[in-house]
């Protein structure tokens, strides 16, 4: 466990971030239906995302952490599949640098193509990963006890080196993963998430391209990090896309993601018979 309180000083997973009351963003979940959310950083990052509220009654959510360059809109096809009866709370986040998150007092505008090679910048993602988790396990008066949280590229980085430590995650989906995106490291924590004792059981679901090399062969990689513990994994042939585009590329992907998340969640979708 040395290396989880080094790693976690270092990329932002440490329990303190999760212990500062100034970075709760703890709200009301509001009326039914997708409601904006705004959830502050304590480096003072000021974080948009949309609740999608689940079942009443339900305590598992999700939540969903895009690829570079993207913004949570690119969630919109999961998102669908999993407002279905029974459905499950989901978070989508616009990371730090993207889609309407912004900087500062005055509400600075800053793009992630001007964080260039400083891997401070970078190392703040894992913020925006606790910042979400905090944000479900304080709404509601803390109804959400388990956590699946889903990252597309860099998201899926920023997932784990933020909440490798945190026990009521007990689910991790990783699309075209990577081990090091812009100096995050994803090995260690992937080590962490993999022995932590959670109940029930924690597991992972990965899936690359085959011929989008470096993340087929990282996904590889992350999965011989953790040994012993149920990981659903695929490299799909005679392709080379990348994040979401991957499963975009045959609808069938994303009912895979669903299937993986709501049986980690134990909230199986009803089917029309199942409702008479």
Wanted: hydrophobic share 45%.
């Amino acid at each position: 466990m040395a290396w989880s309180c080094v790693a976690a000083a270092l990329l932002g997973g440490c329990k303190r971030w999760r212990d500062r009351g100034a970075d709760a963003g703890a709200v009301d979940a509001g009326p039914r239906g997708p409601a904006p959310v705004e959830l502050p950083t304590e480096d003072r990052w000021q974080l948009v995302g949309t609740l999608h509220p689940g079942a009443d009654g339900t305590t598992g959510a999700v939540l969903l952490l895009h690829q570079l360059g993207s913004n949570r809109g690119e969630w919109q096809p999961l998102v669908a599949l999993l407002q279905r009866p029974p459905a499950v709370t989901v978070l989508t986040l616009d990371l730090r640098g993207h889609g309407d998150s912004v900087q500062g007092p005055q509400s600075a505008r800053q793009t992630w193509e001007g964080f260039g090679e400083d891997p401070a910048r970078w190392a703040g993602l894992p913020r925006d990963a606790v910042a979400g988790a905090r944000y479900l396990f304080t709404t509601n008066a803390g109804a959400v006890r388990s956590l699946v949280v889903v990252g597309s590229s860099i998201g899926g980085a920023a997932a784990v080196a933020g909440l490798a430590d945190e026990p009521r995650v007990v689910g991790l989906a990783m699309i075209s993963p990577g081990v090091a995106y812009h100096g995050l490291d994803a090995l260690g924590p992937m080590r962490a998430y993999a022995v932590l004792p959670t109940l029930p059981a924690r597991t992972a679901w990965m899936m690359a391209a085959a011929g989008d090399v470096e993340s087929a062969r990282d996904l590889g990689t992350l999965a011989t990090e953790a040994p012993g513990m149920r990981i659903e994994r695929s490299v799909v042939a005679g392709s080379d896309a990348h994040g979401v585009a991957l499963l975009n590329a045959a609808p069938a992907r994303w009912g895979a993601l669903e299937g993986y998340i709501r049986g980690v969640l134990r909230a199986p979708r009803r089917t029309a018979a199942a409702g008479h």
